[in-house]
Structure formats: structure tokens, C-alpha cells
């Protein structure tokens, strides 16, 4: 089972584990922008790798210049990442899928004979 990092150990080793938690945040956008806009999604027929194997390839030529800081209510959904105090990660929240027909605006013609 894997446990939170304790109080003792955060205050000991900061910097340690705020750059910890910034490369698990990292490898979480990674991730799910690689779930999101995965080639076997798009079109199955052109994948010839998984999920697995584009993570590995773009997180081995991602530049550490180039992480971002994760929001100071960023939850991991790693527990060992999580600080003593952090609960489970909250959902991202999304918005309902519009009902209906969409709405397309149309330009209205003007007289020009004038």
C-alpha cells in the first residue's frame, strides 16, 4: 500500500518533493493529452504503437525547462505523491454536452442598389 508523504518528510525534503510532484503532474497531462488525442482513436488502422510506447517516446524527449508548476489545488492521483493532507483528487469537471441542434448564424443580405 502506498502511503502520502508525511508532514516530517515534506518540511525535511521540500525541494525533493515539490520537484516530485511537479514531474508526477507533468507525466499526468502527458498522459491524459496522449489518452485524449490517441492515433487508435482517431483512426485504429494507422497506430502501429500503443499508449504506452508514445508516452515513453515524448516523456523521454520532454526538456525539464519545459514542465510545468502544477495549480496549488492539484491533487495527484498517485497516492504516494499526495501530501499529508491531500484527499482523493477531485474529477475534472466538465461541461454537459449541448442539447439540440446546432446554431448556425447566418450573414443577413443588404441592399446594395443605392
Known sequence: MSMAISEHSYNDLKEYWDFQRKLEYNREILKRNIQEFSPMKINPEMSHFNED?????MWARLD?????????????K?????????????????????????????????????
Open 64 to 76: 525539464q525547462d519545459d514542465y510545468e508548476d502544477p495549480p496549488t489545488e492539484w491533487t495527484p
Open 53 to 57: 510506447q508514445i508516452f515513453d517516446f
Open 78 to 114: 498517485n497516492e504516494e505523491y499526495r501530501l499529508w493532507n491531500e484527499s482523493e483528487p477531485l474529477k475534472q469537471l466538465q461541461l454537459p454536452k449541448p442539447k439540440g441542434r446546432p446554431v448556425v448564424l447566418r450573414a443577413k443580405k443588404v441592399d446594395t442598389s443605392i
